[in-house]
């Protein structure tokens, strides 16, 4: 099992920044890839940004410019800087994992969530 932690969420003016970090641990052998998904109430929840273990990134275009997603393999965080944030961007962030195990298995994990509130 792995197990994602995430932090940094809060309240924000619009045009503002924030960072989100998540952090791994457990039984961790092989990362794939960390990714930040964000979900509204009612709404499903869609990927926003993605990076792989090799360091290719994607974003979705309604981030795009406006995010940057990091990755720090040893210490098995991943990071989200937000900035120029709008009241649209206001929901709930998750991190993902994809991850292999010794036998070649592959599973997704996700952490607890983190709101985010962009609001004057």
């Known amino acids: 099992q792995v197990q994602l932690v995430e932090s940094g969420g809060g309240l924000v003016q619009p045009g503002g920044s924030l960072e989100l970090s998540c952090a791994a641990s457990g039984s961790i052998f092989s990362i794939n890839a960390m990714a930040w998904y964000r979900q509204v109430p009612g709404d499903r929840r869609e990927i926003i940004a993605r990076i792989t273990d090799g360091g290719r990134i994607n974003y979705s275009d309604s981030v795009k410019g406006r995010f940057t997603i990091s990755r720090d393999k040893t210490k098995n965080t991943v990071n989200l800087q937000m900035t120029s944030l709008k009241p649209e961007d206001t929901a709930i962030y998750y991190c993902?994992?994809?991850?292999?195990?010794?036998?070649?298995?592959?599973?997704?994990?996700w952490g607890q969530g983190t709101q985010v509130t962009v609001s004057s």
């Open positions: 993902n994992v994809d991850h292999s195990d010794a036998q070649g298995w592959t599973y997704e994990f």
